[in-house]
């Protein structure tokens, strides 16, 4: 059954450091997003991707983050310079239509000391 | 946005018991789906419901959808200590983006 991959499953990291989340959708899928959750937290929106461009983003996302489909499979997360906050769960997300299912990937957890 | 509130919080129950779900939201909706979270992992989906239906079975899960009363309800048949995860509502509008926006979700624990 296809899947959403995502590396590196665990990424340690200082304060102000440069992050790269990468992420694999389903092949065949149109749309893609990010999501992330603080430890006991829900799990918040950040980022829809559609077309090669930003569709929505939350307040969260602001300037310290980016997206990218760089080659047509990947669909990466920067993160330019990290903050204690940033430590949390991301989630990336892949669907086939705009009105279906999301299927998620296991996510990459991004400790930042 | 859309985003569902899910009651109760948490839920424990025995194994073989049921455990039913409820959801309210607040606007029009295309469908609504259900997800579950297992601690640590990425959300699953369960099942999707459209707003002209109002009810859905796969496997041990029954959900139910009242548009006139914007809720929704997810039940879980003969429940299984691996049931035991939090569940998560996600109403989803006309958006264009497809993004679905989860609430804190109910905690279900099924106790072997």
């Known amino acids: 059954e296809p899947e959403v991959t995502q590396t590196p499953s665990h990424q340690v990291t200082q304060m102000g450091q440069e992050v790269i989340l990468r992420c694999v959708p389903i092949?065949?899928?149109?749309?893609f997003y990010w999501y992330r959750q603080i430890l006991g937290q829900k799990v918040e929106f950040l980022v829809s991707?559609?077309?090669?461009?930003?569709?929505?983003k939350s307040e969260i996302f602001d300037d310290q983050f980016s997206v990218e489909r760089p080659d047509g499979s990947n669909f990466t997360l920067k993160i330019r310079s990290t903050k204690l906050e940033d430590s949390a769960m991301y989630f990336c997300?892949?669907?086939?239509?705009?009105?279906?299912?999301?299927?998620f990937g296991e996510g990459s957890r991004l400790t930042v000391l | 946005s859309q985003q569902g509130e899910e009651d109760p919080q948490a839920l424990s129950i025995q194994e073989g018991e049921n455990a039913t779900m409820n959801c309210s939201y607040k606007t029009s909706i295309n469908n609504l789906q259900w997800y579950r979270q297992n601690s640590g992992r990425g959300l699953v989906h369960l099942i999707l419901?459209?707003?002209?239906?109002r009810e859905k079975h796969s496997g041990r899960l029954r959900v139910t959808l009242d548009t006139s009363k914007k809720s929704s309800s997810l039940l879980i048949t003969a429940s299984r200590a691996a049931d035991t995860a939090s569940y998560f509502c996600a109403p989803q509008g006309s958006s264009n983006t497809g993004k679905l926006i989860f609430g804190q979700g109910t905690t279900l624990q099924v106790k072997p």
């Open positions: 092949s065949n899928h149109l749309y």
């Open positions: 997300a892949s669907s086939e239509v705009n009105t279906g299912e999301l299927f």
């Open positions: 419901i459209r707003s002209n239906e």
């Open positions: 991707f559609y077309n090669n461009e930003i569709s929505e």
